[in-house]
């Protein structure tokens, strides 16, 4: 199922390609497109036993703009005169990169370093590393492994077409300027129930699975918001997957900001329950990722208010790291409701009544969050 979808996004994907350009020191904006592959995204093919290494000979480059999202990317297309593997790693440092190595070529004396205007990339450099070919790509910002995509394409003799490493980066997509009027009505809230389907999340002494509770609580949510008047995203409405089952947990995730991304929320919640090897271990904590100026505002809203209408402990509005709340554009939080893991709270979680008390506190604390937000503009 999933290599299927991921084949025909790749097939989508190429199909949408326009044009390639030179690279800047070679001749201009004449090249010929490049041709649809006939393989499959992320394929490698093995390296022959032969005596001569291959060389990478030519570097070409092309701005693409992706018709159905706006979403600009740039590739990188390396002639090399013999088949090789290649793989990415994006490294952090005081300058984020993007390392390729291309294994066992040599680069020509040709190749030149490429300087960009760092929309999408800064700088691109090749050295020899032992028997491989390293290529350094300099970043604006830090990427993750959704960013960028390394594969190579086999040569083809009739269209005159040596072996090629293809290296895409997707261009860093500023944040808007967020301002927001008080209340809830007519805002659009993403709602995003923690797991689901081949991931049941976190499960209680008896059994009561995180997956359930984040959909209770959700629904309830949903229901709760659109009498009061706002829109309402659910990344999922069932106990299900919502990229697919057997996903990654970046495929999972990245499922889940994109709904609220491309459908332009207001702000996203991601709904989740905690667990701890120590089952006396209890409360409710809610997470941030400060990307706009509104994210630990909009944390600290449904943090008082939850503890207000659940009163677990207070364990506080944390930064934290995690994808969904990253990676989606608007202000986002997480909050973990109660511990399943504590036997108390996961009696608590199955009530209807307990519930529909969190839920309210939800509710409560976004209202609470525009209402401040409001105060800012
Ligand atoms: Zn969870």
Redesign the pocket.
Same mark, same amino acid.
């Given at each position: 199922m999933r290599k299927i979808a991921l084949l025909f996004l790749f097939v989508l994907f190429m199909v949408s390609w326009t044009g390639v350009y030179a690279a800047p020191d070679t001749a201009p904006a004449a090249k010929p497109a490049i041709s649809l592959p006939k393989v499959s995204a992320g394929k490698t093919v093995e390296a022959r036993g032969s005596s001569r290494q291959p060389v990478l000979s030519q570097v070409r480059w092309a701005n693409h703009t992706e018709a159905l999202t706006g979403s600009a990317m740039l590739r990188l297309v390396m002639d090399v005169s013999g088949p090789v593997e290649a793989s990415g790693v994006v490294i952090a440092g005081p300058t984020p990169q993007l390392s390729v190595i291309i294994k066992g070529t040599t680069p020509a004396k040709t190749i030149k370093n490429l300087t960009f205007d760092g929309k999408v990339i800064e700088k691109v450099s090749f050295a020899a590393s032992g028997q491989d070919t390293k290529v350094i790509v300099d970043l604006p910002s830090m990427a993750d492994d959704l960013d960028y995509r390394v594969f190579t394409l086999p040569s083809d003799p009739q269209a005159k077409r040596p072996f090629r490493v293809i290296v895409d980066i997707n261009e860093p997509v500023p944040l808007p300027d967020y301002s927001f009027t008080p209340g809830l009505k007519n805002k659009v809230i993403a709602l995003d129930p923690? /797991?689901g389907g081949s991931d049941p999340?976190?499960i209680g002494p008896s059994n009561y699975m995180?997956k359930t509770a984040t959909l209770a609580v959700a629904k309830r949510v949903q229901a709760l918001l659109e009498k009061a008047g706002a829109k309402v995203i659910m990344t999922r409405e069932e106990d299900c997957d919502v990229f697919g089952p057997k996903a990654t947990a970046a495929e999972e995730l990245n499922a889940r900001s994109t709904a609220a991304n491309s459908r332009k929320a207001d702000v996203f919640l991601s709904i /989740?329950?905690n667990a701890f090897t120590d089952r006396s271990v209890g409360g409710t904590s809610t997470y941030y990722y400060q990307k706009t100026k509104y994210d630990l505002m909009l944390a600290q809203a449904l943090q008082t208010s939850l503890v207000e209408a659940g009163k677990l402990q207070d364990r506080r509005a944390n930064p934290a790291n995690f994808y969904v709340i990253k990676r989606t554009r608007m202000p986002a939080a997480l909050i973990e409701l109660a511990f399943i893991s504590n036997p108390d709270e996961e009696k608590l979680l199955r009530l209807p009544d307990f519930q529909q008390k969190m839920s309210l506190g939800i509710v409560r604390g976004l209202e609470r969050f525009f209402d401040q937000a409001a105060k800012l503009n």
């Open positions: 923690g /797991h999340g976190a995180e /989740h329950i």
